[in-house]
């Protein structure tokens, strides 16, 4: 199985602040990686896929990139609609796996 | 509107069985594959079952092989998890998901809470 790992665990910033995060694959996928944003108590939601591509009615602000094993998520001007838990999750192979998790809170 | 919506949840006591389904709407769904993944209370997500849109091909996490069985009906737009020998740790939201128009899980439902405890 390949192992999605996501760094950092959680982190602390304003409105405002440029946010990475970071996404490692315990083997190379290419470009199949994929985002996704979750707010407390609803289904997630699809941010980027194929790595970098932006889903349809997503803000321009965020912006992904990578291939192989290294992917990062960018929001480059944080608002407050932003603050939530965002996944990575490789769709190169069965059985498709998600990173652990980014809690992205109010600094 | 594309719309999934799950329902069959509920409380099972370890041993037991449940059925999930969920219906779709707004979309084509006998062209798309269609997905089962489940998220533990204050946990990540996980991936626990996927199907082709024909039903030729289906697929399952280590964790339920042998005891889930994911199904459609495509005249009736609709999706289901049987779900048996129901553990503790089986005990999380389970989302029906689409994956439409990319390689990616594009569309989601609300989620069905399924308590697995004696």
């Known amino acids: 199985d390949i192992q999605m790992t996501q760094s950092p665990s959680s982190l602390s910033a304003s409105v405002g602040d440029r946010v990475t995060i970071t996404c490692r694959a315990s083997?190379?996928?290419?470009?199949?990686l994929n985002w996704y944003q979750q707010k407390p108590g609803k289904a997630p939601k699809l941010l980027i896929y194929?790595?970098?591509s932006l889903q349809s009615g997503v803000p321009s602000r965020f912006s992904g990139s990578g291939s192989g094993t290294d992917f990062t998520l960018t929001i480059s001007s944080l608002q407050p609609e932003d603050f939530a838990t965002y996944y990575c999750?490789?769709?190169?192979?069965?059985?498709?796996?998600f990173g652990q998790g980014t809690t992205v809170e109010i600094k | 509107e594309v719309q999934l919506v799950e329902s069959g949840g509920g409380l099972v006591k370890p041993g037991g069985s449940l059925r999930l389904s969920c219906a779709a709407s707004?979309?084509?769904?006998?062209?798309?594959?269609m997905n089962w993944v489940r998220q533990a209370p204050g946990k990540g997500l996980e991936w626990v079952s996927s199907?082709?849109?024909?039903?030729?091909?289906?697929y399952y996490a280590d964790s339920v092989k042998g005891r889930f069985t994911i199904s459609r009906d495509n005249a009736k737009n609709s999706l289901y998890l049987q779900m048996n020998s129901l553990r503790d740790e089986d005990t999380a939201v389970y989302y029906c998901?689409?994956?439409?128009?990319?390689?990616?899980?594009?569309?989601w439902g609300q989620g069905t809470m399924v308590t697995v405890s004696s």
């Open positions: 998901v689409g994956v439409l128009a990319s390689d990616a899980f594009d569309i």
């Open positions: 707004g979309f084509t769904f006998s062209s798309y594959s």
């Open positions: 199907i082709s849109s024909s039903s030729s091909y289906m």
């Open positions: 083997q190379s996928i290419s470009s199949f």
């Open positions: 194929a790595a970098s």
């Open positions: 999750q490789q769709s190169y192979s069965t059985p498709w796996t």
